[in-house]
């Protein structure tokens, strides 16, 4: 069973850039479709975009309009991990942040929360 | 985008009870490409039925989902004391995926 784990710094100041890493365990990162989505305390889920490889090594991303162009997921096979950019971040960027697999969300990392705060 | 909305938002029974939860969509979900996720405090969501009415691995078969189109339904029969949390519908037959804004399901 294929396992995740984000990663990233937990706190950003405000106008910097978020950098966050989804470690896969238990297959290779090129079988599947991959996921961030996020969630702010207390409230729901939003989708923030989705990263899935057309061959061994290529892949296409599409995100979420609502981030205005400031996210940018990318992979690294060599790792078996993917990454999420997140730009000009303000408080409202403040969010557990979940990678997930597939189309329907069927495997889940834990979650990493950041926190945008000077 | 598709819009999604949860209804009710709380919803309040016992153990043993069968809960019914309802998803409406904005406009058709195509090929019926919608989820339902359970979420517990402090976890990450579990992905409990996708295309509407399959489910996931290993998901007891007290939960069930139905629909198309735009009204879909998630049924937990028998509550047990472990259902009782956050259920989420998700969209991701069209860009940008969307998800409903939770129904809490309590004692």
């Known amino acids: 069973q294929v396992q995740l784990q984000e990663s990233g710094p937990g706190l950003v100041k405000p106008s910097e850039t978020l950098s966050l890493t989804c470690s896969v365990s238990?297959?290779?990162?090129?079988?599947?479709?991959w996921n961030w989505i996020r969630q702010p305390a207390g409230k729901g889920l939003e989708w923030i975009g989705r990263?899935?490889?057309?061959?061994?090594?290529?892949?296409?991303?599409n995100y979420n309009p609502s981030l205005n162009s400031r996210v940018v997921m990318s992979a690294d096979t060599s790792k078996n991990q993917i990454s999420l950019i997140l730009r000009s971040l303000t408080a409202a960027d403040t969010a557990v942040y979940f990678c997930?697999?597939?189309?329907?969300?069927?495997?889940w990392g834990q979650g990493t929360l950041v926190t945008v705060s000077s | 985008e598709i819009v999604l909305t949860q209804s009710p938002g709380t919803l309040s029974l016992s153990p043993g009870d069968s809960a019914t939860l309802s998803c409406r969509a904005s406009q058709s979900v195509n090929s019926n490409s919608l989820a339902w996720y359970q979420q517990k405090p402090g976890q990450a969501p579990r992905l409990l039925i996708y295309h509407a009415s399959t489910r996931a691995p290993g998901i007891p078969d007290t939960f069930s989902g139905s629909g198309s189109g735009t009204d879909f339904t998630l049924t937990i029969s028998r509550l047990e004391p472990g259902n009782f949390a956050v259920y989420y519908c998700h969209q991701y037959g069209s860009s940008p995926d969307t998800f409903g804004q939770g129904t809490k399901l309590e004692i």
């Open positions: 238990g297959g290779s990162i090129n079988r599947w479709c």
């Open positions: 997930a697999t597939g189309n329907s969300f069927d495997f």
């Open positions: 990263l899935c490889f057309s061959g061994n090594a290529n892949y296409n991303a």
